[in-house]
């Protein structure tokens, strides 16, 4: 309040103009804090002639936006929030893709392992039983045919057939006590067996993974965004019905 009639002072000072010394008095004293009239400052300043009033603050406008300008914002918020939700479903694209090809990896490193065993079994029992050379034969056909295969079907459908020839010669096993007594023989039948379970078990996350992909990349509207990229359906590796659980190599 002091500052006000200080600056009302100073503007009196700087017109030039004059009040009376009855005015001049009241002022001074209102400034000291004491007015002998018994008024309020406002009531003692008003008939002053000559002084000017100045408010020493401004404040700042904020106009309102027009309404090309809201539309703008709008459309800038819209384009940010689709381009975080392209990006998310980019991205969930390219982790099933890569989950994907990882499973089959899983897949591929213990086919290769049991393709390995085979030849070993197939020494061992040739030494009991070398007069089945048609099983022998058909055991080393589909091998390599299920070597050779490189998409998931292809795959799927040799190891099928050289599954069912392993069945074969473990049932001319049987007729050899003595071959099913070799300690090589035992060996090599835990390991087959415990291949065929991890197949099993890394066929059936590869299938549930490529089930996911193929789900996302087949619904809207990450299809769009899926073709525009390159992701492709990826096939199921399955086996035969017949074929759904491990060689039966135990004895």
Not at 158 to 183: D, I, M, R
Request: aromatic content about 8%; charged content about 20%.
């Amino acid at each position: 309040m002091r500052a006000t009639f200080l600056q009302n002072l100073l503007v009196l000072g700087e017109t030039g103009n004059s009040a009376d010394g009855m005015g001049k008095e009241i002022l001074l004293q209102d400034l000291m804090g004491r007015n002998p009239y018994g008024k309020p400052p406002e009531t003692a300043i008003a008939p002053v002639p000559g002084v000017c009033y100045r408010p020493l603050d401004s404040r700042l406008v904020f106009k309102p936006c027009s309404g090309r300008q809201r539309m703008a914002w709008i459309v800038l918020g819209v384009l940010v929030v689709l381009a975080f939700l392209l990006i998310g479903m980019y991205n969930g694209l390219v982790q099933l893709r890569v989950r994907t090809d990882n499973a089959w990896s899983d897949i591929d490193v213990q086919l290769k392992r049991r393709h390995d065993l085979i030849p070993n079994l197939v020494e061992t029992v040739k030494g009991y039983a070398a007069h089945e050379k048609g099983t022998f034969e058909n055991i080393a056909k589909f091998r390599t045919q299920a070597m050779q295969a490189t998409t998931p079907a292809d795959k799927a459908a040799a190891e099928n057939q050289l599954t069912g020839a392993l069945k074969t010669l473990f049932a001319v096993a049987e007729a050899y006590p003595e071959l099913k007594a070799s300690e090589e023989f035992t060996q090599l039948q835990g390991s087959l067996n415990q291949t065929e379970d991890t197949i099993q078990n890394a066929r059936r996350y590869y299938n549930a993974v490529v089930r996911d992909l193929n789900t996302k990349i087949q619904s809207f509207p990450t299809n769009i965004l899926a073709g525009m990229f390159g992701f492709q359906q990826r096939q199921f590796f399955e086996t035969a019905e017949a074929d759904r659980e491990p060689v039966a190599v135990k004895f």
